[in-house]
């Protein structure tokens, strides 16, 4: 059975999500600068590394069902929402999640162009901008006018 490498100068690991494939894991660090990181569980070897957006911590990680696209939950004071296209190591969207603490993120399995976050007093679906349902773009999007109240 492998064994994670261990890194004394790595902040701390404080969420996880696996991918589709069940090979590629992602790590959300949390400290002075966070980063994602990806990792291909056989090998053993970082295949990704996702950095300045989040401040504090990743608090939570989740790979859509398809395994393209990665969304984060930031631990800053606004639980910034990002939406990544983790190959290529870009931001497709990001909007402020909620006032109150996000505690975890998932995909909606049967409605997969939406998001479904809980934490502190809430349980929110945001719908994704139309350009963002069916493929991996390079532009940046705002999903801040998507958020609604389940």
Known sequence: MPVWPTFSSVPSVCSLAIHPDKI????????????????????????????????????????????????SVG??????????????????AMATGHS??????????????RLVTCGVKHIKATPLPACLHSAVHSEHHSLTECFRYL
């Open 24 to 71: 590629q894991v992602a790590t959300g660090q949390v400290g002075k600068d966070p980063f994602i990181c990806i990792w291909d569980t056989y090998a053993m070897q970082t295949v990704s590394i996702l950095r300045d957006i989040h401040t504090h911590g990743v608090a939570c990680l989740a790979f859509d069902s398809d395994g393209q696209r990665l969304a």
């Open 100 to 113: 109150d603490r996000i505690f975890d993120i998932c995909w909606d399995p049967l409605q997969t162009s």
């Open 75 to 92: 631990l800053d004071a606004k639980n910034t929402v990002c939406i990544w296209d983790w190959r290529r190591g870009r931001v497709l």
